[in-house]
C-alpha cells in the first residue's frame, strides 16, 4: 500500500514538524510506503532550501540565527520524513497512491494556502482527512458553499478540535469524528527516542530545573518572568534572537527541552499538546493570535480536565500551586483517544 500525506510543510515551527512526522510515523503502521508532498506553491521558497524571512536591511545576526535553527529542523526533516518535491500538478500523481491524507494542523484554515487541502485531485475513495483543523470560529461566507461540496466528497473525515467538528456537522449535515492531533498517537517514550539534550543545559545555573517558554516572539509576558523570580528558576526562552543558545534548538533539544521543565509557560497549542504528554506542570497564556484561535487549546484542555491551567485576561493563572497539575483524566482519557485514532485510521485504510 503507497500512501501520500498533504500537510502544511515548513522549517520554522516546532508543532508543524512534529505532528508531520507522528502521523508519518503511524501511517507507516498501516502502508508499504508513506511519503509528505511538498509542492512548490506550499510557501513562497523553493521547498528544499531555508524559508528565511526578510529581515530588515544589516540585521544579519538574526538572519544568521533563523538560518542555523531552521537547518537544524530541516536536518530532521530529511533524515526521518520522506518527502517528494517534484510535484509540478497533484493531478498527475494521482494514480501513484493508494490513498491520499490531509492532516494535521491547520490544513483547513482559510486564511492559508494549501494545495489539494481536500484532496479533489484524487478518486473519492481515496481521500482522507485525519485531524484536519479550521482553527477559525467561522468560516467566510465566500468559501462555505466549497468547503461543503468538498468535506462531502471526502468519505473518511476527521477533525481536530471540537468547535471544528460542530462548524462541519451545520455546514454538511454530518458530523466528523473529534480526534487528536497526531502527535498524541505516539508514546512519550517514543518522543523520548528522539530527545538530544542541549550541551549548554550542562551549566551549573540549570541544575535545579528550569522554566521553559515558548512564546512565538520570543519575549514572554512580564507576569512570567515575575514567576520564574518567585519560584527561584532560571528562565530558558525559545525563540528569544537574543540568545543563540535558546533560539537555534533542534527537534531533537525542543523535545528533550520539553521533556525536562521544571514548568513550561507558553501561548502554543503543539507545546500544551506535548506538556500533556510528558505530563509536565503547564500555565498557557491566551495572547496574541493564540487570542482567536483557541479553540483548538481549549477543546485539548477540556479533553483532559486541564481547563484551569490558562492564564485569564490579566495574565493571572488561578491555580494554588503552579508545579502541581493533576493528570489523572489525561491518564483515563489519551489511551481510549488513541485507540478511536488507530480505529478511524484502520478502517479508512483496510477498507
Not at 481521500?127 to 462555505?144: D, F, G, Q
Request: net charge neutral.
Amino acid at each position: 500500500m503507497r500512501v501520500a500525506m498533504i500537510t502544511l510543510n515548513v522549517y520554522s515551527n516546532y508543532g508543524n514538524v512534529l505532528q508531520k512526522y507522528a502521523l508519518y510515523r503511524t501511517l507507516e503502521k498501516f502502508a508499504d510506503f508513506v511519503e509528505v508532498l511538498w509542492q512548490h506553491t506550499t510557501v513562497p521558497f523553493l521547498p528544499y532550501k531555508l524559508e528565511l524571512d526578510r529581515w530588515e536591511e544589516g540585521n544579519r545576526r538574526d538572519t544568521a540565527f533563523v538560518s542555523v535553527r531552521q537547518n537544524k529542523i530541516k536536518e530532521f526533516n530529511d533524515a526521518n520524513i520522506r518527502t517528494r518535491f517534484d510535484i509540478p500538478y497533484l493531478e498527475e500523481i494521482a494514480d501513484e497512491y493508494d490513498f491520499f491524507v490531509i492532516g494535521s494542523d491547520q490544513v483547513w484554515n482559510p486564511d492559508f494556502n494549501v494545495p489539494g487541502k481536500f484532496l479533489d485531485f484524487a478518486l473519492p475513495e481515496k481521500r482522507i482527512a485525519y485531524a484536519a483543523s479550521i482553527t477559525v470560529p467561522e468560516l467566510p461566507e465566500e468559501v462555505k458553499e466549497t468547503y461543503r461540496q468538498k468535506i462531502l466528497e471526502i468519505p473518511h473525515v476527521s477533525v481536530r478540535e471540537k468547535d471544528g467538528c460542530d462548524l462541519v456537522e451545520k455546514l454538511t449535515g454530518k458530523r466528523p469524528l473529534h480526534v487528536l492531533d497526531p502527535v498524541f498517537l505516539l508514546t512519550a517514550d517514543e518522543w523520548r527516542k528522539l530527545e538530544k539534550r542541549p550541551l549548554w543545559l550542562n551549566s551549573k545555573i540549570y541544575e535545579n530545573g528550569y522554566l521553559l517558554t515558548y512564546f512565538f516572539n520570543g519575549n514572554p509576558p512580564q507576569e512570567v518572568r515575575s514567576l520564574a523570580k518567585e519560584l527561584g528558576l532560571p528562565m530558558v526562552n525559545l525563540l528569544d534572537l537574543n540568545n543563540f543558545k535558546h533560539y537555534a534548538n533542534g527537534i531533537e533539544e525542543f523535545l528533550y527541552l520539553m521533556d525536562n521543565a521544571t514548568l513550561l509557560c507558553t501561548q502554543s497549542f503543539h507545546g500544551t499538546a506535548f506538556a500533556s504528554i510528558f505530563k509536565k506542570p503547564f500555565i498557557i497564556y491566551k495572547i496574541g493570535k493564540l487570542r482567536s484561535r483557541f479553540s483548538r487549546v481549549a477543546s485539548l484542555l477540556e479533553l483532559f480536565g486541564l481547563s484551569e491551567r490558562v492564564a485569564d485576561t490579566n495574565l493571572k493563572f488561578n491555580v494554588e500551586d503552579a508545579l502541581k497539575v493533576d493528570f489523572s483524566r489525561r491518564e483515563k482519557v489519551l489511551p481510549l483517544e488513541r485507540k478511536k485514532a488507530f480505529k478511524f485510521l484502520t478502517e479508512a485504510l483496510w477498507q
